[in-house]
């Protein structure tokens, strides 16, 4: 099976998040980055995949140089090659203009299969794997947690509310989104690291594949969320907070 | 081009609460837009379902049936949808932000050269849409740009679903036109995991872990807690996505809704997804180190530090109280 998948470079969980001067993004000088958590298990999904039914993994990325790290850490964790559409404006692009890019990429490897993260963990639009599907004519599942090959195609585990899943048979070539939790994560071991090195990266700019569109919908500023609630913050030593808070629930809440 | 299309979900033959939430949307978007509120039912047959919007304040409701449509596919929505719109030409088009509508409408949207503004939790004149950003820690403000219908998905909880008045609308039909050729999935019926042996729901006193706890190793801290009150253990996804709790420990949208007493949520963010399983709980105490982590917007009591120093303390202390 070939199987494209497509990751992306956001900051770092626990990155401290500053709005800039222009009050349209984060400050970036100074964040860390990491693969987005469920593209994470996308390429977990794309590798196992590959050592049951053999075949190839290629990983596609659309971002500035830094993305370059995560590309990086993909191949060490046993990607064969890698795609990077170098493109400095993604932040300017809606979810359909990012796809487009990424379609673009997609099209001339003709893969079997297309995995996406179901959303990231910084725009979280949850759309991409979708309009992939739909660019490339693909039928696809989304918040997939396992695929197996069947002898049609392939049968996917699809979350749905509340605890409920559903099992869906598709046709390959597919495209998915993975939900985070169906696999274990492997790390990168040394070896793969080591190897990754001499592994292919090809990198394409980005005005190659498309013209920068003129986006359907525009990001118009960020802001801190409103507070819904009051919260009663208890201060002091996490014994006396402890205290307090012991006092409260006796006292207020009514619940020891 | 006129109008507001809002589409409804129905399941089992019912309304759902998020569904009446996007008529709610809808109709605020209305009162900036001055625009009238179609409401749109997909299925094979959607008269009981319908009948229930039209005793509503909407302005009309569209029956969009076919047999293909009996049970949800992405291929069988998509063309229907796409059909309707063609047909009415609206200028807006609400969901309500299911599992469901994540999964067809960024294709829908893509088939108009539009994108989704998804999860929205507010909107303003302008119209502009509020949505978050970063997993709850920054909201973005949204505007919809050029010609074409604007696609938008509503966060469940963000619009009054009691806002919605009754009224008396008319109801029209539409039959897309749809071949089995054209249905390239095939769904099976939906099913759970094993059988339950923890019941949440029922539960007064809720200790919830989440990925602030770093290990596995470290979890007896919490149980320790859970023990000293007498209270269940929960956690957020990414505790049981790593196999450390099973998963139906698991509070949040893909998992259980608890609405105990007594809510603690330890090293947990915050994240949409788990607040809607928990939010309805009497009283939230949050223990975070981050003081602009999004569980302290709906948090009563709060202690910013670290858990592993508050942890053990409020064990200690709760057992002291208890004595
Ligand atoms: C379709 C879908 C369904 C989902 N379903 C669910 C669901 O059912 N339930 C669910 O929970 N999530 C669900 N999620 C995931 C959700 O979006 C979040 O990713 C998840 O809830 C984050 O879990 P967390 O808060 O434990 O982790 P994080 O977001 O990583 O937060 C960890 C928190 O711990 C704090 N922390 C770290 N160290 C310390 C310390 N030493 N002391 C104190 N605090 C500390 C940090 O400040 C941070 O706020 C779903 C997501 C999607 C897209």
Known sequence: MKIVVAIKQVPERDAP?????????????????ALNESDAYALEEALQLKELHGGEVVVLSAGPERVGSTIREALAKGADRAIHIDCEDLGQRDALGVARLLATAIQPEDPDLVLTGLQSDDLGYGQTGVILAELLNLPHASLILHVEKSDTGITVKRELEEGWFQNID????????????????????????KRAKTKEVRRIAAAELSAPPEAAVVLDRIALPQKQKITQVLSGSAQEAAAALVEKLKFEVHAL | MSGILVVLEDREGRIGRISWEAVAAALQLSSFARQPVHAALLGADTSTVAAAVAAKAVDGV??????????????????????????????FVVFPHTYQVRDFTPALAARFGQSLIGDVTSIADGPLFTRQLMQGRLTGTYRHNGSGP???????????????????????????????????TRPGAPFRAAAQTVDLGSAQLIVSVG??????????????????????????????????????????????????????????????????????SQCIVAINKDPDAPIFEVADYGIVGDLFEVVPALTAAIKAAKQ
């Open chain 1, 17 to 33: 998040v500053r709005i800039d001067a222009a009050g349209r993004w984060i400050e970036e000088a100074d964040l860390q980055w």
């Open chain 1, 170 to 193: 598709l046709p390959l070539p597919a495209a998915l989104t993975i939900q985070s939790g169906g696999a274990k994560l492997r790390y990168a071991t040394l070896m793969g690291i």
């Open chain 2, 62 to 91: 569209v029956r969009v049936e076919h047999p293909l449509l009996q049970s949800y596919t992405s291929d069988g929505y998509t063309h229907a949808l796409e059909q309707l719109i063609r047909a009415r030409q609206p200028d």
């Open chain 2, 150 to 184: 604007c696609f938008v998905s509503v966060q469940s909880g963000a619009f009054r679903s009691d806002s919605v008045t009754t009224g008396t609308a008319p109801v029209e039909s539409f039959t897309p036109s749809l071949e089995a050729a054209q249905i390239r």
């Open chain 2, 211 to 280: 990925r602030g706890i770093k290990e596995a190793d470290n979890l007896p801290l919490v149980q320790d807690l859970a023990a000293a009150l007498g209270a269940e253990l929960a956690a957020s996804r990414p505790i049981c996505d790593n196999g450390w709790l099973p998963m139906e420990r698991q509070v949040g949208s893909s998992g259980q809704t608890v609405a105990p007493k007594v809510y603690i949520a330890i090293g947990i963010s915050g994240a949409i997804q788990h607040l809607v399983g928990m939010k309805a």
